[in-house]
């Protein structure tokens, strides 16, 4: 089920290559039937999932066979409470991105199989459990983030790419170098997630600590935590509407899963020395995101920027486990990583309509638009209060929990 749930889209993508690039409905069609396709398949998961079982040891629609075996490399996937709604998350959201991409007529057959295997990438980081095809996964999503940028976006969108490019780069090899230091201190030697949980009380020590923070500045970078957030704002503005939607609702999502299912499970005493200094990150995440986002003058600016506020709120709930109630925030962490991926998801969707028709993001040119256009002045307001967390909508719920530990 979660090998079809991953590949679906790649299959979609390897069809639409075979297409003739004139046309572009049937290119379309097979690009929804697939990212539908897939989607329907991550809901069934999603209901066959028992939520009250948890634990390491207990990972649910498991699939494993050996891939390389000289190294203990595995094809291993499965899924946990932490994995599950972010691969519902993906599926809906590369969905809605897809129809929202209807508008795009230049070199559409590309762009689609880019989208497609970008979609696969996304997917695999959250069901694998093997840390050499979490890495390939990983990678995976740099290439089609790059090209879909780089050839769709708008007027610097070459120097957007690269600086997307060249600080995700950076980070995975920092990762990389944490990844294989973590399979030469394990014993027996293992890129198995689960059996380096297990083997997590051994890692203890100096040397777990550098390795700790490899891993966090390759993870870090996705997130994007301070100082390696600037080349978010850029990214977006200069991406394509669906781009940014996935760029935001997904993408980010990728780092703080990463710290949460690699670095806290497999180096705890690590994670609880570096506590503190997470706390300090999330605060001025916070702080510097929110200051940032209400400078702004062009609405897709200021989104970015509330993005790397609301990431902000992420961080304070995963340094939990230096708090008073570390089950909330970490709860908080997790469901503000879902509901800030539909929340800022359809404020990028929002503006990209109002661009279509205005071409122009700045906010001094739409006085008055409230009056025009009630219906979106409406749906604007509700997302936009969602997004400050106000009482009663999504936004509310995560950053309460985070901020119960922050403050306990």
Known sequence: MLSLITF????GGLII?????????????????????????????????????????RMQLVERMSWIPTFGIQYFL??????????????????IAIIASFGIETR???YFFWFLLLETGMLGVFVSLDMFLF????????????????????????????????????????????????????????????ELAKQSGAFVGTRFIWIFLALFVGFAVKVPAFPFHTWLPLAHVEAPTAVSVILAGVLLKMGTYGILRVSYSILPEATKWFAPYLLIIAFINIVYGAFCAMSQRDMKRMVAYSSV???????LGMAAIAGTNPAAGLSGAVLQMVTHGIITGSLFLLVGVIYDQAHTRNIDEFGGLGARLPIFAGIMTVQAMASLG???????????????????
């Open 78 to 95: 499965g899924v946990d409470g932490l994995s599950v709604p972010l691969v519902l998350l993906t599926t809906v959201l590369s969905l």
């Open 8 to 11: 679906l889209p790649l299959i």
């Open 135 to 194: 890495y390939v996964f990983w990678e995976i999503t740099l290439v089609p983030m790059y090209f879909l940028i780089g050839i769709w976006g708008g007027p610097k969108r070459e120097y957007a790419a690269v600086k997307f490019f060249l600080y995700t780069l950076a980070g995975s090899v920092l990762m990389l170098l944490g990844i294989l230091a973590l399979y030469f201190s394990s014993e027996p030697r293992t890129f198995d997630m689960v």
């Open 390 to 408: 106000l009482p009663g909508l999504a936004g509310f719920v995560a950053e309460f929990l985070c901020y119960l530990n922050g403050f306990g």
């Open 309 to 315: 506020n609301h990431m902000g709120y992420c961080l």
């Open 17 to 57: 290559l075979a297409l003739p690039k004139e046309r572009k409905e049937l290119i379309r069609a097979v690009a929804v039937a697939a990212a539908t396709a897939s989607l329907l398949v991550s809901v069934l998961a999603w209901l066959k999932f028992d939520g009250a079982i948890g634990g390491w040891d």
């Open 108 to 110: 559409l057959k590309e």
